[in-house]
């Protein structure tokens, strides 16, 4: 159609002409401004990065800059911007940001994301299909189904008979699980409201966003049972669950679920799914409720179920023969999942992933996609088999996360994550060395093989490993618990100071780490009725494929040049 004469010289035409700039081109001419823009921006960003050896964050200023109480005193502006003006107004936003992909980033379970991942992302940004239904997202529905089944092989369960949905995180998973329990016991909910306490039961460790979940989906945060864990290895205790499900039987009050998590932050406890299966077979919720729901929470763990298909005798990988009986600990604590209902997974953590690409996997598609349909929309009509948005939370759903997950899957292989995975316990072993060697450090979780080191530093010439077994079992040593506790967290908030403020330790900047206010209770506070006799440690999480063993030894450097500044030592 050919636009009106008398229009061309209007202004809201002039506006609209230089849109057509600023919006990419429909067809593949030269006309389009998109990948100039997208080259743009990536030269923006690269301004961001630091040159080789520089500092944790992006950009050249460390400081927050927000100022809090005039910032929403701000109106859009009158007239037009220009895409390229936003661009680099946007890539201003990123200026002081922790560097994921830096070396010495190792704070916590945040990976730096994958090229083919993050691209897939933008690919979904540029085309926006929407995965609520097959006629808005066509074959970018592979994405999903094929994580789907993709996730389910990798668990053991029968991969045409699962399912999965892409969401917003790992409480997203958990806010689908409760969903689900509390649709399959109590039947009625759906119309007449969650007029029931069901409990769902989890662990003294499990993660605190049982607290949206229960909260959102109007359950209720009161009906969250805690069972025990054991002091040591922070596992959920079987018995306390059984006397749990006794009790709540005899009462008549129905279960919702049982969940079993996977692999906490900061501790690796690994609940043990096939004891809580058999428990929950002997204690059936009686009629007119349905079966409780087995959840696993394995958002943060998932990844190391690649080893499901790694030769241990043979080790084609090579990793050093002291790792392998961890790793494949760490394999078989998650065999077990091929006996949950359904699963949470993170790719944002041990995926190393963008965000939001988290994945609800459920073992009997049947089931949940029926339990929780709606009738159709009148103004969406099924043009293919697959139609998330009749049970689905969301109704648009971007297929950003699906896209990232998939090509990460694709990416890796098992293989590949047997490698990142491996590798990180590589680092660790040589960092766990490296505390051995050096008496005035302690690693405190020598046992558990997982994403994280914890650690305690203490004054030099204290003999560090003596100490800490001192102050873990005996209370007359309370004082020096409640002392080191306090040097612990001063060092990390003084490792904090010189991240930020980009300061250097032998010509070099700093590592961004953190510490635990708390990773577990004392041996002699095992009910944890004392606040206070918990231990603190320091935290390093090797996630950076970029990691070398030089990094691990400037970060101990660090520690102990950190210890000496706050205790005033030269
Ligand atoms: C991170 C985490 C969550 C929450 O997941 P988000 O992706 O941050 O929403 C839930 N459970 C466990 C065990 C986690 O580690």
Wanted: proline share 5%.
């Amino acid at each position: 159609m050919k636009m009106n004469n008398s229009n061309s010289s209007k202004r809201w035409t002039k506006y609209r002409e230089e849109m057509c700039s600023a919006f990419p081109s429909a067809f593949s001419d030269d006309r389009d401004s998109l990948s100039k823009s997208i080259a743009k921006a990536i030269e923006h960003l690269n301004k961001l990065r630091p040159c080789d050896g520089g500092p944790a964050y992006l950009g050249q200023n460390p400081a927050l800059t927000i100022d809090f109480d005039k910032v929403k005193e701000i109106e859009m502006a009158d007239t037009m911007s220009s895409s390229e003006q936003v661009i680099a107004q946007t890539s201003e936003l990123f200026e002081g940001l922790p560097n994921w992909g830096h070396p010495l980033t190792m704070c916590n379970v945040i990976p730096q994301a994958n090229t083919a991942s993050i691209i897939a992302a933008i690919m979904s940004e540029i085309f926006s299909p929407n995965i609520l239904e097959g006629e808005y997202a066509w074959n970018v529905h592979r994405a999903e189904l094929e994580s789907g089944g993709m996730l389910a092989n990798l668990v053991g369960w029968e991969a045409k008979h699962a399912g999965c949905i892409y969401t917003y995180g790992g409480s997203g998973c958990w806010t689908y699980h409760v969903k689900y329990a509390l649709t399959r016991v109590l039947p009625d909910s759906r119309y007449s409201g969650v007029r029931t306490d069901a409990k769902v039961l989890c662990s003294q460790q499990a993660h605190y966003t049982m607290l949206n979940s229960t909260d959102w989906m109007g359950l209720g945060m009161n009906n969250i049972i805690r069972i025990k864990t054991d002091p040591d290895t922070n596992v959920m205790d079987l018995q306390d669950l059984e006397a749990v499900l006794t009790s709540l039987q005899a009462s008549n009050i129905p279960v919702a679920s049982v969940v079993c998590t996977m692999g906490t932050t900061d501790a690796n406890a690994v609940d043990p799914v096939a004891g809580v299966r058999k428990l929950l077979d002997r204690y059936p919720n009686a009629s007119p409720y349905g079966k409780a729901l087995l959840y696993c929470d394995a958002v943060t763990s998932w990844s190391w179920l690649a080893f499901r298909k790694y030769d241990f005798a043979k080790n084609p990988l090579q990793f050093s023969e002291a790792l392998l009986p961890f790793i494949e600990a760490n394999y078989r604590a998650l065999e077990a999942m091929k006996y949950a209902d359904a699963i949470g997974f993170d790719f944002h953590k041990a995926g190393f992933t963008p965000y939001a690409s988290s994945c609800f996997l459920y073992r009997n598609a049947d089931e949940f996609e029926n339990l929780l349909k709606r009738p159709g929309s009148a103004y969406l009509q099924p043009r293919s088999p697959y139609n998330p948005l009749d049970y689905t939370l969301e109704v648009s759903r971007a297929a950003t996360g699906a896209l990232a997950g998939w090509a990460t899957l694709k990416y890796f292989g098992y293989e590949g994550f047997q490698a990142i995975m491996g590798g990180i316990l590589e680092n660790q072993y040589y960092l766990r060395n490296l505390l051995h060697e050096n008496a005035s450090t302690v690693c405190v979780n020598p046992d558990d093989y997982s994403l994280v080191t914890l650690f305690r530093v203490y004054p030099e010439g204290v003999m560090a490993h003596q100490q800490y077994q001192r102050e873990l079992s005996d209370p007359a040593c309370k004082d020096q618990l409640l002392a080191n506790n306090k040097l612990t967290m001063d060092v990390g908030n003084k490792l904090y100071e010189w991240y930020r403020g980009g300061n250097k330790v032998n010509g070099k900047y700093t590592p961004y780490m953190s510490f635990s206010t708390g990773f577990r209770v004392t041996e002699y506070n095992r009910d944890a009725s004392d606040p206070e006799a918990m231990v603190f440690a320091l935290k390093i999480y090797p996630m950076n494929v970029h990691l070398t063993h030089e990094i691990m030894q400037h970060a101990v450097d660090c520690v102990i040049a950190a210890r000496n500044e706050v205790l005033g030592v030269k």
